[in-house]
């Protein structure tokens, strides 16, 4: 999938907010990128009135073009004070990173009132739409504005990550994490958080549009009765060298029970000490984390 870094950008050149979505910053997570071409399309066809700019950009431009998910390291791991740092050029990732921010860096010259991210993503097993926020300056505010699922904690427990970066510099937003990552339903759900993101933060009115978007109605009314509040309690970080192999069946939110079979590694047996909820469980073949154990926040 050849794609320009800049998947689009739309303003009507009224004061207001910048909107920076990311999308495939994993290059086996084409769905955003799909959802935000055919957002700029409709945007550009039916020129709605928006308070401030919209911005869409590739993550990892070469990683997306070879459908795997880095070259060299993870992109969404790479975001650390040192590698920010560096005029290094290996590894790979170093320059999609600086290009990402030379993006970022071009927009806020624009002295916009407020700025806001959205992160695209998807999961390896098949997933209800969620977001994971970090919650930060007003992150978690902003994101119970959202019908899904919230993981609040992920940055916690990964270093590197692009949110973690966003939230550092100001700007507010989160991860959303559509489904798995060649569903259509992915794309529709990644449509929709989209869309609901402009209404929320540049008072987009759908009416403007060509047609009330569909993926809108279809998260409101599948994901509002869900929009329940998780925390991570463990994450099974893994090595290089490590045999991993997830049981199959399961799917983020998946009920599991203390002393379920969850996994094998290096021939031993990975048993639950929760009863809680999976979330992440790993089944491709690239990979730090074999999965996440959460539960919901009383």
Known sequence: MEVERIIGSYSSKINGPL??????????????VIALQEI??????SKPQINGTIVGVC???LALSKDQRYIDRDLNRTWTKSNLSTDAVFPHELK?????????????????EKQYFLDCHTTSSASVPYISVQDVNDNFTWAKHFPTPMVIGFSDIITGDIDHYLSDIGLTGFVFE?????????????????????????????????KFPESVTTMVNQHRSKQKTFKILYRHELKKSDLFEM??????????????????ENGAEIRSSWDAYIFMPLYQPLGDDGFFIIDTVV
């Open 19 to 32: 909107l920076f979505v990311t999308a495939g910053i994993h290059g086996n997570e084409p769905s955003g």
């Open 40 to 45: 700029f399309t409709e945007l550009h066809r």
């Open 59 to 61: 993550g990892n431009q």
């Open 96 to 112: 999609e990173m600086r290009a990402i921010i030379s993006v970022l860096k071009h927009h806020q010259k624009n002295n916009h």
């Open 178 to 210: 559509a489904g798995q990552h060649t569903s259509q339903d992915a794309v529709v759900n990644h449509k929709a958080i989209i869309w609901l993101a402009l209404k929320e933060a540049c008072g987009l009115h759908f009416e403007q549009l060509s």
């Open 247 to 264: 049981q199959p069946g399961f799917e983020n939110f998946s009920k599991i029970k203390k002393g379920q079979l969850l996994a094998m």
